[in-house]
Structures are given as structure tokens and as C-alpha cells.
């Protein structure tokens, strides 16, 4: 089994660590560094509960190798949630009720980070396709909606423009 | 110290802040050193006879420590054990975690690999050689029941495990020849539970017995039933349930991943971890739902309901697991729901099929029943050409009768469906919805409207031990909680329930923050942990509030009494004239002397000065077993949207008006009825899991398996009655299942509703744009210019 080296920036700090070339991005950040907060709720990208902020644009540590975030710009909830970034958002969903076992919440919560990077005054119907690439079981979704939707309103309202180098995602070609 | 009442604030949860930053504990975040990896072999065959299966490519591989057979576990793994046994002939069969001479469905687990990495131990998968003999697929449970049919159990001599009959009045007589009948067979689809947390167990020595961490709804119940199939000793075992995501009944289980890693960690005396991936667990934890259910009902000229006679057949899937054949019984006390009848007849057979065993998901029998009952009056309106409602005004048990002993021998203690439905018409705008659809209907349009009504009750808050003994349940329906005053005031309360999303550490709080008058932030609730909370029934049936939401009431009231006396010693008073409010005791009368609840507390540690005869503790349990059922209620009105050319449904609008008696906390109660709606909506229109001819499960990924996403749901409007319940001092009903068994009559009933008038009368489920569009096709493909132009019309 050929091992590779992979250097990166995880939560802000340069990671380099030598990995199996076969190893999957969500174990790599499960196992080898110790950030559970990234579930694998499905293993084949269609839960969302591993979702994570590569380079801005929300990604699916589930398909991806380790070895593909070299170089990478690599953010976990455990790091939007220390760099404060996400506070009101975090916020507006405990208040929402938008989370009941919590199991598929990092994956919502950094899928809408990417969301709200962008700025601007989402409509609820925008806000529900910008999210049904996550599933929960427990919600029925409408606390988590609400919650993202006033987290935008908020934002908007005290005039917050898309953050610098994140959120530019969205509008390149994807790949 | 007096503040406002807790129970019935919107608490934020306490749970909240560890799961949206993502430092929570699920069991597969474990890492123990030294810890293997288990992953096991599983059957690509439905049915077949092992004729030779050899790990020996597998042993001595670089990371492999071990691999086993079901042959070599077989003197020690037991049978996974059925705790329901319905009937006294009941068939069960036995059930060996690993197979060890024939499998009987998809993804059982034939051989296992042990690896010190979970990598390692799903490549070794590969090397081991398997041998089998195909055996015939049993899939159809009418043709499994036929003369001559092949046997998925054949040393069984039937593909049939029980019938369990009920009667009730004369039902020959209410079908006479001057009754009017409505008679329809409806297919409950098999359904995937699919908690978002896969399941996962890790098992660590320890000493001379074993902690077990598992992804399970029933730590108290796995350790009894892992000791009574292991015989491993059961004060050897300690159970945690340590955060666990979502089960809505799919963790109401004893797997055979557990067993088998607890024997695994037994011989190799090291820690072993198993998680299963999203295709494993959609083939192998078990599924729900399943029944073919023949069901009539009858009724007077003028829309009196007369009788009921339901006949199932409830699939088991290949094997009885924990409550598999008792699911479908706890459909059959209701059936009759909401209204009153003269005569009512059920009979159950439980049949042995080559699929994944089901077993409880989130209303567990109810669903069906309900699904049944509200679909049946919906077609005996047209049948009698009344407008639904008013049918069912007619026949349900007005808020005056209560208390009301049913047909089925249930004794609604409480209820007022009048003020319900009276909240959701006016929510919901019905009268000028009904407009819009006559217009719709005038002009053709392509995009027709339906309203779907669902006036529903269930029973909740299980069980009764007395009656779960006559149902033949292997055990009773208590639940336990103690209360732990520490020197400082600050309260542990531990509850035998074990919530896995509910919200318990939150409402739990307030319940013992107003019994005991300290603040909701000094609490903190323990749960999950058979060491911690050695006592409990676990989490299911929406109990945990009516049953051990009571017992921690009752835990509270017997500190205070403790308090009460150490009190008065301290204010040199009797214990009759003292007084307890906000958690201060005074004086009757006086608003000094007084001492705090924390002082006593405090003086209750020191001891220095307590009265003769009292003990230097007010720690206090309490075991609450119920005396009846509790029975939430509730209306549910739908708007659906169906376009007659594609068969796509839309959801234009949904209400739900539920009574689940007082509510401790709103939010959580709404988070609650939101998710319940969201997964009976998914069964009426999105979900189905479909084996193939052969038996593969076709539906085994959640690409191919469709949960719906927010894109796919409305907006719920929602709101409540209330009367509270006379079986618990809470006044609580329950709530986990409300939605789901209320929502999927309601949607069908508006699908139904809005193609009635091209002769449909049936649309089966999942109602997808292919399954609605034949029904237009196979109808005829017109509309009808007479033919039911909407019920009342």
C-alpha cells in the first residue's frame, strides 16, 4: 500500500502528515487528527454529513482522498466554530430548534456557511435547494430554515458582503 | 426564591451546544488502544444453504488477528432473541448472529474479519471462500401462504409464524344485508428507518467483564437480553448509549454486530469496533412497516358507522427480531381510532418472508392503522356522498363521552376532537380551498387540487405492565428515576429513559426545576449508562415523558418530603405546618422563618444536627408503572397539488392541530411534530424499499432509497389544543410519533382526492409521479363529468 504526503491547512494550521494514498479525507480528519465533529453518515455523498469547507466551496470529505486536499484550504465546524464566523448561525439554530440528535448538524452548518458567504437575502424556496443537498431525520427542516434565513436577513441587514476568499465558490465551474 | 413555572417555556437546549460545534460523543468517535476493527461477510443471496465457508486466505495477512465462521461461533453466539412471542404456537425461529448452514436474506452476516485496521479488515473480505446452494426466494407473502409454497424456514413446515385474532360485538350483523360497505386492500410498503448516525458498537474488556458503547435507543434492555443470549453474566456487563443519532425505533434492537463484537472482545481480550457503512446498515437494520392490509368497514344509509373488520398480513422478514411479531398488534387496538362502532373484527398472520426482518419504526403498528381507518372513511364519504369531515363528525367520540371504552377495549381517558379540528379549519382555510378545487375541476386544468383530512389518535406512552403481561411481552413498561441532591444545591436527576435527539436533558430539567424549586442551569440529567442510570425501559413509543417523565416527578416529590422534615427540625417547627413553594420551606402562615432547599441540603451533608431517626441523604428513586395508555389526538388537514399529465405531487399547505395534552416545552414539541410529519410524508409519497425478484435489495443506497430533502417539503403550520391527560400527574400524552402516523392518511387522502374525479379511488404508496399517473392511466385517463366530482359535491 503506497503511502503519500500531504501538506494542507486544516482550521487555519499547517497539517503535513503521511497518509495511505487510499485513505479517505473524513477518516484522515477523524482519525488521524482527531476532529470528529465531520460525520460519515452515508460514505457515498449523498447524506452531507460530512461536508466540509475546501478553498470556500463545501465538499464532501466522504468522496474525496486526504490526498487530494494538498494544498488546501481546509475548514471543520470544530474551526468555523472557534474563528466565531458562524456564531449567529450556530446561535439562530439552538433558538430555531434546527437540530434534534445533532448527528447531520456540522454538515448543514458549514453547507450554509458556504451559503451565507455569499451575502445577499436568500428566499426561503433558495434556501431549501441551497440545502437539500443534506438529509435529516429529524427535523422535517424547517428550523434549520428558518435559522439560515434570519442568519442571512441579520447579516444583510447590518450590511456584511461576502467574506473575502470564501463563498467565490459557488460561481466557479464545478470541479 | 418564586420564579415563573419552567414547564412550558421554550427552553433552548442544554444538548445544543455540544452538537453544534461539533464536540459530541458518538461511538464512533472511540479510539481505545489497541483497539481492532471487526467487519463482517454478508449474503448476496436471499436464500441459500452454506455448503463450506474458509477464512483460511485470510489468516496471517499483514493487520489480520482473527476470522470466524458462523460454524466457529456457533456453540457461543446464541440466538437473537424475540421478547414478544404473540401467541402461544407462535413460530421462532432460531437466529444465529452469523449464519452457520443456510442464509435467508441480503446482507446477512456469514463470516467476520478482525484487522487492526478497518481498512485491512474490509479488504480480507475478498479472500474469504464461500460455497452455496441456492435455495428458492420466498418473496410474496400471499404466495407464501399458498399450498405448497417454498419454506424460508423448512424445518418449520410453514412460511406462517402466528395469527392473532380479536372480536369484538356482532360483526355479521353490523355487515347485514342493509348496511352500506366500503371494502379496499391497502399495502403498507416496507420502509427503511435510516437514522442519520449509522449504527456502530464498540466493545472493551475491562477488568473481568465488558463495556459495551453502542448506537442504541435500549442500554437497559441490551445489557439483559446480551447477558440472556451470551451468558456472559449480566452485572459483568456495562451498556452505554453514548450520544446517539436518531433511531425512531431502528435502535430498538439486539443486533448481531453486537453479539458478535462482544464475543469477538470475550476471545481476543482486546477492544473491538464495528460501524456499520449506510449500505450495510439500509440492508440490515431492520426495516418497517410491510403489511398487506383487507380491510372493510360498514355503515347505515346515513353515515353511521357500524362495523370494522381488518384482516393483515404483517411481513416479518426472515427472522422474529426483538418486538417484530407484537408491531402490527399495536395496530390492532387501533384500527377503530376515533370512532365509535357496534362490532369489530382483526386478525393478524405473521409471515416469514427472505428479507431483512422488520420491526418497530416510528409508530410501530399505528402508522398502518391509521393509514387504514382514515383512508376507509375518506372512501365510504364518497360511497355516501358527504363531504368527509361531516362523516366523521358523526361518528367520533365527542369530547362529552370521554372517558370512552372502545371497540377495541382501549379507555380514552381524555380528548376533544371537536376544538381540534374546529383550529385546524380555520388554519387551514378549508371552506375556500374546496372552492378552488371545484373551479379547478370546472375548468380542466392540468394541475388539480385535493384536500386530504387525518383525524387521528394513537396510543402512547407504553406500557402498562399489567397489560403488556397479558399482550405475552416479555417485560413490563415501568420507568425509573432518581434525583441526587448534592451539598451545594445543585441536582442530578437520572432517568431510565435514554433519549437520542429528544431533547431529555432539557425537559427533564425543567420538570425538576419546578418540583424542586431550583434553577433549570443547576440540573444536569444522566442517562444512557447502565452504570450511571442502572435502571430502565429506554426510549420508545413515546413513553419517556408520560411514563419517565412521571416517575422523576414522583422521584422529586419523595426529596421533598425527605427535605420537609429535616426542615422543620431547622426551624424548630412540625413537619405539618411546614410548606414548600419555589424551594423554600416555611412556616404555614409565615413568611419567616425559612430555609432554601439548598440549605437543607447543605445541612442534610454536614449531618451535625439531623432529626432522630433521619437518614443524612435526600437522594430519592422512583419507579412509575402506568395504569393506562395515553392518547394524543389531533386533526391534520392537507393541500396537495397533483399534475394530472406528469403525476408529480406538490404539498401546497399542511396543518396540524395536535393535542399531546400539557407540554413541558414548545419548541421541543413542535421539533418533535415537524419531524414526525417529514417522515410520514416521506412514506406517502417519496420512500419504498424494493427487493428485486431474487431478493436483492434494490434500494440500498440513499441515492436509490429517497428521503426527502428540505427542497421537498412545505412549510408545516402548526398548533395545538389542549386536555390534559388524566393517567399521569403531567398531564402528558406524548409526541415522537404524532406526525408520522397522522400525515400519511392526510397526503393520500388529498393525492386521492384531487384525481378523484377520473375514477380513481386508490393511488398506492409511495404516491410518485409514476404510481399517480398510472392510476390516471389505468382509470381511464379522463376525467369524468359526473363520476365523483369530490366528496360533498
Redesign the interface.
Known amino acids: 500500500m503506497s503511502d503519500v504526503r500531504v501538506a494542507l491547512r486544516v482550521n487555519g494550521r499547517a497539517v503535513e502528515a503521511t497518509v495511505?494514498a487510499?485513505?479517505g479525507l473524513a477518516?484522515f480528519l477523524?482519525?488521524r487528527l482527531g476532529?470528529?465533529?465531520?460525520?460519515?453518515?452515508?460514505?457515498?455523498g449523498?447524506?452531507g454529513?460530512c461536508t466540509v469547507l475546501l478553498d470556500g466551496i463545501a465538499v464532501r470529505a466522504c468522496l474525496m482522498f486526504a490526498a487530494q486536499a494538498e494544498g488546501g484550504d481546509l475548514w471543520?465546524?470544530?474551526g468555523l466554530?472557534a474563528d466565531g464566523r458562524i456564531a449567529d448561525l450556530?446561535e439562530a439554530?439552538?433558538?430555531h430548534?434546527g437540530?434534534?440528535?445533532?448527528?447531520?448538524?456540522?454538515g448543514f452548518?458549514v453547507t450554509a456557511a458556504e451559503l451565507l458567504a455569499e451575502g445577499g437575502r436568500p428566499s426561503?424556496?433558495e434556501?431549501?435547494?441551497a440545502?437539500?443537498?443534506?438529509?435529516?431525520?429529524?427535523?422535517?427542516?424547517?428550523?434549520?430554515?428558518s435559522a439560515v434565513l434570519e442568519t442571512a436577513r441579520h447579516r444583510a441587514d447590518r450590511g456584511d458582503g461576502p467574506r473575502d476568499g470564501e463563498g467565490a465558490g459557488r460561481s466557479l465551474p464545478a470541479g | 426564591m418564586t420564579t415563573a413555572p419552567e414547564v412550558g417555556r421554550d427552553r433552548?437546549?442544554k444538548?445544543?451546544?455540544?452538537?453544534?460545534?461539533?464536540?459530541?460523543n458518538?461511538t464512533?468517535?472511540i479510539?481505545l488502544p489497541g483497539m481492532l476493527y471487526v467487519a463482517f461477510l454478508r449474503s448476496p443471496m436471499a436464500h441459500a444453504r452454506i455448503r463450506n465457508v474458509d477464512v483460511s486466505g485470510v489468516l496471517g495477512q499483514d493487520g489480520v488477528v482473527a476470522a470466524y465462521t458462523g460454524a466457529d461461533l456457533a456453540a457461543e453466539q446464541g440466538s437473537l432473541p424475540c421478547a414478544w412471542p404473540v401467541t402461544e404456537d407462535i413460530v421462532i425461529p432460531d437466529h444465529p448472529p452469523m449464519a452457520v448452514d443456510e442464509v435467508r436474506y441480503v446482507g446477512e452476516a456469514v463470516a467476520c474479519v478482525v484487522a487492526t485496521d478497518?481498512?485491512v479488515a474490509a479488504d480480507m473480505l475478498e479472500l474469504i471462500e464461500i460455497d452455496y446452494e441456492p435455495l428458492p426466494p420466498v418473496l410474496d407473502m400471499e404466495a407464501a401462504l399458498a399450498e405448497g409454497a417454498s419454506l424460508v424456514h423448512s424445518d418449520k413446515g410453514t412460511n406462517a409464524s402466528f395469527t392473532w385474532p380479536f372480536s369484538a360485538g356482532d360483526v355479521d350483523a353490523a355487515f347485514g344485508d342493509d348496511a352500506v360497505v366500503v371494502s379496499r386492500r391497502y399495502v403498507q410498503q416496507r420502509l427503511i428507518p435510516?437514522?442519520?448516525?449509522?449504527r456502530s458498537v464498540v466493545v472493551a474488556p475491562e477488568g473481568d467483564g465488558y463495556t459495551m458503547w453502542s448506537a442504541t435507543q435500549i442500554p437497559h434492555v441490551l445489557r439483559l437480553m446480551l447477558a440472556m443470549v451470551t451468558g456472559i453474566a449480566e452485572h459483568q456487563l456495562r451498556v452505554v448509549a453514548p450520544?446517539?443519532?436518531?433511531g425512531?425505533g431502528s435502535k430498538l434492537q439486539v443486533t448481531a454486530e453486537e453479539v458478535i463484537t462482544l464475543l469477538l472482545a470475550k476471545r481476543l481480550r482486546k477492544p473491538v469496533k464495528w460501524t456499520e457503512?449506510?449500505?450495510e446498515g439500509i440492508q440490515t437494520t431492520h426495516h418497517g412497516r410491510d403489511q398487506i392490509q383487507k380491510v372493510a368497514l360498514a355503515a347505515d344509509r346515513d353515515g353511521r358507522f357500524r362495523g370494522l373488520k381488518i384482516e393483515l398480513l404483517a411481513d416479518m422478514g426472515a427472522y422474529l427480531m426483538l418486538v417484530t411479531p407484537g408491531v402490527p398488534l399495536l395496530g390492532a387496538f387501533m384500527f377503530p381510532a376515533i370512532y365509535k362502532f357496534d362490532a369489530y373484527s382483526f386478525t393478524c398472520t405473521g409471515v416469514f418472508t427472505t428479507k431483512m426482518p422488520t420491526d418497530a419504526y416510528r409508530g410501530a403498528g399505528r402508522p398502518e392503522a391509521t393509514y387504514a381507518i382514515e383512508r376507509l372513511v375518506d372512501e365510504m364519504a364518497v360511497e355516501l356522498r358527504m363531504d368527509p369531515m361531516e362523516l366523521r363528525r358523526r361518528n367520533w367520540i365527542k369530547h362529552e363521552e370521554f372517558p370512552y371504552t372502545t371497540i377495541a377495549t382501549l379507555t380514552y381517558d381524555t380528548g376533544n376532537y371537536e376544538a381540534a379540528t374546529e383550529k385546524a379549519l380555520q388554519l387551514f382555510g378549508y371552506d375556500k380551498l374546496r372552492a378552488e378545487q371545484a373551479d379547478r375541476r370546472e375548468r380542466g386544468d392540468a394541475v388539480q387540487l385535493g384536500i386530504g383530512i387525518s383525524t387521528f389518535t394513537e396510543m402512547c406512552g407504553l406500557a402498562p405492565s399489567r397489560i403488556l403481561g397479558q399482550l405475552a411481552y416479555g417485560a413490563g413498561g415501568w420507568e425509573s428515576a432518581s434525583v441526587r441532591m448534592l451539598p451545594t444545591g445543585k441536582v442530578e436527576v437520572v432517568t431510565g429513559s435514554s433519549a437520542?435527539?429528544?431533547?431529555h436533558e432539557t425537559a427533564w430539567s425543567q420538570i425538576a426545576a419546578d418540583q424542586l424549586g431550583v434553577p433549570f442551569e443547576d440540573v444536569t440529567v444522566l442517562h444512557g449508562d447502565t452504570r450511571v442510570s442502572p435502571k430502565g425501559m429506554d426510549t420508545y413509543g413515546s413513553r419517556s415523558l408520560a411514563v419517565g417523565g412521571t416517575a422523576l416527578v414522583q422521584a422529586c416529590d419523595r426529596v421533598v418530603d425527605k427535605a420537609k422534615r429535616i426542615a422543620a427540625h431547622m426551624l424548630e417547627a412540625s413537619e405539618e405546618d411546614i410548606e414548600f413553594e419555589g424551594g423554600t420551606f416555611r412556616v404555614r402562615g409565615t413568611p419567616e422563618p425559612a430555609t432554601t432547599i439548598q440549605e437543607v441540603a447543605l445541612a442534610t451533608f454536614a449531618a451535625h444536627d439531623l432529626p432522630e431517626g433521619v437518614e443524612a441523604s435526600l437522594d430519592s428513586d422512583a419507579t412509575f408503572d402506568p395504569e393506562n395508555f395515553s392518547y394524543p389526538h389531533g386533526t391534520h388537514l392537507c393541500a396537495a397539488e397533483v399534475d394530472t399529465e406528469t403525476g408529480m405531487v406538490k404539498l401546497r399547505s399542511y396543518v396540524a392541530v395536535d393535542d399531546v395534552g400539557v407540554v413541558i416545552n414548545p419548541?421541543?414539541v413542535?421539533?418533535?411534530v415537524?419531524?414526525?410529519?417529514?417522515?410520514g410524508i416521506a412514506q406517502a409519497l417519496y420512500e419504498e424499499a424494493v427487493y428485486d425478484s431474487e431478493g436483492n435489495l434494490l434500494t440500498s443506497?440513499?441515492?436509490d432509497y429517497l428521503?426527502p430533502?428540505?427542497?421537498?417539503?412545505p412549510?408545516?403550520v402548526t398548533d395545538r389544543t389542549e386536555t390534559p391527560s388524566t393517567t399521569n400527574p403531567l398531564g402528558v400524552k406524548g409526541v415522537g410519533e404524532a406526525?408520522t402516523i397522522a400525515s400519511t392518511p392526510a397526503v393520500v387522502n388529498a393525492v386521492v382526492d384531487a384525481i378523484r374525479q377520473f375514477g380513481v379511488n386508490d393511488v398506492p404508496m409511495p404516491c410518485s409521479p409514476e404510481h399517480v399517473w398510472r392510476a390516471i392511466q389505468e382509470a381511464g385517463g379522463e376525467p369524468a363529468t359526473t363520476l365523483g366530482r369530490g366528496p360533498g359535491r
Open positions: 495511505p487510499r485513505l477518516d477523524r482519525d476532529l470528529t465533529g465531520t460525520h460519515l453518515g452515508c460514505e457515498h449523498v447524506c454529513a471543520t465546524i470544530e466554530h450556530q439554530m439552538a433558538r430548534h437540530l434534534q440528535c445533532g448527528f447531520c448538524t456540522p452548518l426561503e424556496q434556501v431549501r435547494e440545502l437539500s443537498g443534506n438529509v435529516c431525520r429529524c427535523t422535517g427542516y424547517q428550523g434549520i430554515v | 433552548r437546549r444538548e445544543d451546544a455540544r452538537l453544534i460545534t461539533g464536540r459530541t458518538w464512533d468517535n479510539q478497518r481498512y435510516a437514522a442519520m448516525e449509522p450520544d446517539v443519532g436518531g425512531f457503512g449506510r449500505t437520542h435527539g429528544q431533547g419548541l421541543i413542535e421539533g418533535q415537524h419531524g414526525g410529519l417529514a417522515q443506497t440513499l441515492a428521503i430533502s428540505a427542497a421537498d417539503l412549510e408545516f406526525g
